[in-house]
């Protein structure tokens, strides 16, 4: 097995989440690098494309967080072998990579009316949009996951995704979204966090 390091933000949350849990629950060992804002601010130009997540594989280093995904949930047995499948599960993590850029795009927006008026848009058209489709497609693969009948880094990207939705991290957002739009999402979130790695992973850092 490659030595590896995944470098990301301290949050329960974002880009590098998923490949931190497939990581854990696939008994992958690796060196969970979190740094803080500070941190990245004075060492951004030291990632790719300067972002994170970055992982390093034996001293190489690997950007983009699909790729990662893909990669350590290959690792973790929680990527499908089946090509059909693993398209199945890349789709919904390139969904959610789509609508998380579009609501990061809202982040700089410094004056608090434009940011109200640029999130209540996002809210009412893309995030609706793409809650209703991912539920189509979780409805679509079975109900219960998105690729290959069980467990695969699409679950856990999705369930990242909705659970920063109601957290109510984001401000003028509203936290009901998915409850009211996908409430098969919420089913399907609460089933993956009730999953005992997932619950002893998180059960960490409490
Ligand atoms: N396409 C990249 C996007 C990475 C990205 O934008 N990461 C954010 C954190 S989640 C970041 O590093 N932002 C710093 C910045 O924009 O300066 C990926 O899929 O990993």
Known sequence: ?????????????????????AMYIGGVDFEDKRISFRQFGDAHS??????VPML??????LSQCNAINRYVGKLAGLYPTDPLQAAFCDEAMDAVEDIVSKVVATFPIENETEKKAARQALADGPVAVYLRRLQALLEAHGGEY???????VADLKVMVWVRSLRSGVLDHMPQDLPDTLAPLLVEHLKRIQSLPKVREYYDRFS
């Open 46 to 51: 030291g990632f790719p494309f300067n972002r």
């Open 1 to 21: 097995m490659p030595k590896l390091k995944l470098a990301y933000f301290d949050i329960h949350g974002g880009r590098g989440e998923p490949a931190r849990l």
């Open 146 to 152: 998105f690729a290959d009948g069980r467990l695969t």
């Open 56 to 61: 390093e594989i034996d001293g190489i280093e």
